[in-house]
């Protein structure tokens, strides 16, 4: 997970079951932890008071390239995107429109960090339906600036990878190694996808003792027969 995911989920079991996601990427596609730079989501971050102690919120224009990359990315396997995390995107649109200018987005450094970071269609896309469909005050020129930008041919394939409906566990494997870079990440990412730690087969398949080789079996099965339907086209 540290080394090729982006999140990891907490729980303490009890009579009140505690859950804690703790997130160190924003995005859980190796190409964009690849592309994003976590240093500059901190440095533009801004205080934030949470019952009388401080934390730290992302600022406007890395919460608006946030939200989007996450709705389209993640949950953006149909052509509608869901209403309730477009709304997120409407409400940062109308307070960035409010008179004190504390949300103010700075929309130009919006545009150019999306170009620089592969995240022209999630913007695009994210913006174009919360404006048409909720309203949302997106400015016409922002809107009229993304219909002109093309992805780059890296950002075309990373997205269909990622927005194919009902993808096969091979084809997420193979668009995941294909954003990998070099081939010392890639043989380590097959080789942990191969040969999981005994503490993640027992999570993944409730396996135990001498359940683990037949779990190994299970997962090498799986992801064979995933593979050679997708070599078949379906």
């Given amino acids: 997970a540290l080394a090729f ?5 907490l729980r ?4 009140i079951d505690v859950v804690l996601e703790l997130h160190w990427h924003l995005l859980n596609a190796p190409y964009y932890q690849r592309r994003l730079p976590m240093d500059w989501f901190w440095a533009t971050s801004r205080p934030l008071w949470v019952g009388g102690v401080e934390t730290r919120m992302l600022g406007p224009e890395a919460q608006m390239l946030h939200l989007c990359a996450h709705l389209v990315l ?10 309730r995390l477009l709304a997120d995107i409407a409400e940062l649109c109308w307070r960035a429109g409010e008179t004190d200018g504390a949300m103010a987005i700075d929309w130009d450094l919006v545009l150019r960090q999306a170009r620089a970071w592969d995240l022209v269609t999630a913007l695009r896309r994210a ?3 919360a404006a048409d469909r909720l309203g949302a005050p997106v400015p016409p020129a922002v809107l009229a600036t993304l219909r002109t930008l093309r992805p780059s041919a890296a950002e075309r394939r990373t997205v269909a990878a990622l927005t194919a409906r009902d993808p096969s566990v091979s084809q997420r494997f193979l668009a995941d190694l294909a954003g990998l870079s070099g081939i010392l990440p890639r043989l380590r990412f097959v080789g942990r996808n191969l040969f999981p730690s ?6 993944r398949y409730g396996s135990a003792g001498a359940g683990l080789p037949g779990a190994y079996l299970r997962r090498w099965w799986l992801g064979l027969r995933g593979a050679l339907r997708l070599a078949r086209g379906g």
């Fill in 5 to 9: 995911e982006n999140e990891l989920m």
């Fill in 12 to 15: 303490r079991p009890g009579p």
């Fill in 74 to 83: 993640h949950h953006g396997q149909e052509d509608r995107l869901e209403p």
């Fill in 127 to 129: 913006l174009w339906q």
């Fill in 198 to 203: 005994p503490d993640y087969m027992r999570q």
